[in-house]
């Protein structure tokens, strides 16, 4: 069974920086491609940064390029998002996945509850 933990978020002034982890277990997290998405109230959940298996290759919507880096460690099966100058429309539920193409964070397949991120004016 494949399972998980996203965590990391919390309530930050802007400005503000957050580290999210997502621990996986029960799939070969080395090989799969994943990625960050997040999703406000009252709006579609969206990519955000997604990384390939070997780190290699990462996306990132334009919202949050040179504000977020993604990375990934494939001894731990979890995966990271250093979000840095965080804005109050960063502010939405996180969730980690895997994804069938780096580029564009294709094809989603979600496992976690996701981790809240708050980010007060």
């Known amino acids: 069974q494949v399972q998980a933990v996203e965590s990391g978020g919390g309530l930050v002034q802007a400005g503000g920086s957050l580290r999210l982890s997502c621990t996986t277990s029960?799939?070969?997290?080395?090989?799969?491609?994943m990625g960050w998405f997040r999703q406000a109230p009252g709006k579609e959940r969206e990519g955000v940064s997604c990384i390939s298996s070997s780190g290699v290759s990462t996306y990132y919507a334009d919202s949050v390029k040179g504000r977020f880096t993604i990375s990934r460690d494939n001894a731990k099966n979890t995966l990271y998002l250093q979000m840095n100058s965080l804005k109050p429309e960063d502010t939405a539920m996180y969730y980690c996945?895997?994804?069938?193409?780096?580029?564009?964070?294709?094809?989603?397949?979600?496992w976690g509850q996701g981790t809240q991120v708050t980010v007060s004016s």
């Open positions: 029960g799939l070969t997290f080395a090989y799969i491609t």
């Open positions: 996945a895997a994804v069938a193409s780096t580029a564009g964070c294709l094809r989603p397949t979600y």
